[in-house]
């Protein structure tokens, strides 16, 4: 298995503009989860999903971020606008079943200006 | 609302030596503790998961342990290599289905 798969890996964009993270969970897996890595706040949890379902998205940080997962194989994390605040690693992750042992992908590292 | 703490922030040690990361979390009511690595600019790599009915974990020259009842975890890692130099995390899951992350403990070896 290819691993749990990030794309783009870098994304720069300018403030107000709509930004788009695309994740492809490991085959088989039922969770996927959403995480944001910055110097000051560390790894956060900004939302997970089970069977395709969204679970808890108490970590989202405005309405601004949403997220979908239409399939078992596909999740985007959309920042709709962007702001300079916004610039970190994003990370997906994905497990076999809740709680259980994560994989992550390489991260997608966003910078707004 | 759980709080895990890794300390030290960061740690130099020589080649070869043994060491120990520590992480600490606040609630003991958890399902399970992993450990992971981030080398830089990376994602992160399972190392260990240790559920809440064990007390260690081993895996070639590291060995995770977990005291729930005093909070701690500790990441045992034997005669260290320049390239374990990374960041290591410690994450918590609760039943609750969270996971909470340490900010990390950066470790470089010294060659």
């Known amino acids: 298995d290819a691993g749990v798969i990030q794309s783009p890996r870098h994304e720069v964009t300018e403030m107000g503009q709509e930004v788009t993270l695309r994740c492809k969970p490991i085959?088989?897996?039922?969770?996927l989860f959403w995480y944001r890595q910055t110097m000051m706040r560390g790894l956060e949890l900004l939302i997970y999903?089970?069977?395709?379902?969204?679970?808890?998205d108490s970590g989202m940080p405005e309405d601004r971020f949403s997220a979908k997962m239409p399939n078992a194989s596909f999740s985007t994390l959309k920042i709709q606008p962007s702001e300079p605040r916004d610039s970190a690693v994003y990370f997906c992750?994905?497990?076999?079943?809740?709680?259980?042992?994560?994989?992550f992908g390489p991260g997608t590292r966003l910078t707004v200006l | 609302k759980q709080e895990v703490t890794q300390i030290p922030a960061a740690l130099s040690v020589p080649e070869g030596e043994n060491l120990v990361l520590n992480c600490s979390f606040t609630?003991?009511?958890?399902?399970?503790l992993q450990w992971f690595r981030q080398d830089p600019g990376k994602g992160l790599t399972s190392l260990l998961l240790?559920?809440?009915?064990?007390r260690e974990q081993t895996s070639g020259r590291l060995n995770a342990s977990l005291d729930k009842s005093s909070g701690r975890s500790t990441l045992y890692i034997a005669a260290s290599q320049p390239g374990d130099s990374a960041t290591y995390l410690c994450?918590?899951?609760?039943?609750?289905?969270?996971?909470?992350f340490g900010k990390g403990t950066r470790l470089h070896i010294l060659p």
């Open positions: 999903f089970n069977n395709n379902v969204p679970i808890d």
């Open positions: 085959s088989g897996h039922n969770s």
């Open positions: 992750a994905s497990s076999l079943s809740l709680p259980n042992e994560q994989f």
């Open positions: 994450a918590v899951g609760s039943r609750d289905d969270k996971i909470i």
């Open positions: 609630d003991s009511a958890i399902y399970n």
């Open positions: 240790i559920q809440s009915s064990q």
